[in-house]
């Protein structure tokens, strides 16, 4: 229990100040899309926070290693990697660059999801398939809720907290680690993005924590103890939230291309709320609560199925 809770979360602490100082030395400021006026005032704030997040996960792995962390630790370092180049490298290197174009990303993520999923025992290119979808699904999702102070890192709270009460015996499941451990750097993570934030998750961090989230939905849709069918709604309910984040974004892209109109006020839909003239704060709590009824609804139904 020690060092699987305690000492991450502790890690997760003492480091943050340090990894603050550490991003203000190098200068990575975020930088507003022009398509996002209502956040213009946090242009030059902080970003890559994420990597305190990281660090509670990665140790979490570390002091509680098995064989089973090896895929979710892979993706968590890969995607960690390919966020670094976004929101730091490119920026720098490429003058108005904000950073990889969406190829290139692509590419690189998709080796990795095969990557981890293979070393993980998914041989069977359908399993392959499916599991590179979840990765790179809720990836996406996850990366477009960090766009709120508090947001992504309250979402993150109840959807790992979520996932561990449906994966069965909560802390000694061989993936329980990296869940636990992602938890305690939220927490800390929490402290220093809550509104006004002093500094935003970036893609260093929202790109791997929702590529190790789509990786252990899909390990837990694999598992047999539970109905299958019972399982995926159940995963499905936990993940509305995500859905909600996503999938209006290349619908109203498609929309806008092909009829000039579009679906949805403004997208990712947490954004439409602003416009609609709610608080920050209003709209965490709001999409905090339907996800926890979410979470509830699917550790009910599995539980049931049992």
């Avoid at 005032?41 to 305190?52: A, S």
């Avoid at 730091?88 to 999923?117: D, H, N, S, T, Y």
């Avoid at 994966?167 to 220093?192: E, K, Q, R």
Wanted: glycine letters at 12%.
């Amino acid at each position: 229990m020690l060092t699987l809770v305690l000492v991450p979360f502790l890690i997760a602490a003492v480091t943050s100040p340090l990894v603050m100082q550490l991003l203000t030395k190098l200068k990575s400021r975020q930088t507003i899309s022009a398509h996002i006026q209502e956040h213009a005032h946090k242009q030059g704030t902080p970003t890559m926070g994420g990597l305190i997040i990281l660090i509670g996960g990665l140790w979490a792995c570390f002091l509680n290693w098995s064989q089973e962390l090896l895929g979710p630790v892979l993706l968590l370092v890969g995607f960690g990697l390919i966020g670094f180049v976004d929101d730091f490298v490119v920026p720098r290197l490429m003058e108005g660059k904000r950073g990889l174009g969406w190829k290139q990303k692509l590419i690189m993520e998709v080796l990795l999801c095969l990557g981890a999923l293979y070393f993980s025992g998914f041989r069977d290119p359908v399993a392959l398939g499916i599991g590179s979808f979840l990765i790179l699904f809720f990836s996406n999702a996850y990366n477009f809720s960090d766009g709120i102070d508090g947001l992504a890192a309250s979402l993150g709270v109840i959807l790992f907290g979520g996932l561990l009460l449906i994966g069965g015996p909560i802390l000694t499941s061989p993936l329980a680690p990296i869940s636990v451990g992602l938890i305690c750097g939220f927490l800390v993570f929490l402290y220093w993005n809550r509104y006004p934030a002093k500094v935003f998750m970036g893609d260093v961090g929202a790109l791997p924590i929702g590529a190790v989230l789509g990786y252990l939905v899909f390990a837990r849709g694999s598992g047999e103890s539970v109905n299958p069918m019972v399982l995926w709604v159940a995963l499905g309910i936990l993940s509305l939230v995500m859905m909600a984040e996503l999938i209006p974004v290349p619908l109203q892209i498609a929309s806008v291309k092909l009829t000039g109109k579009r679906l949805f006020l403004k997208t990712p839909i947490h954004h439409g709320f602003q416009v609609m003239g709610w608080k920050e704060s209003k709209i965490v709590w709001l999409f905090a609560g339907v996800q926890a009824v979410c979470a509830v609804i699917a550790v009910l139904m599995i539980g049931g199925a049992k």
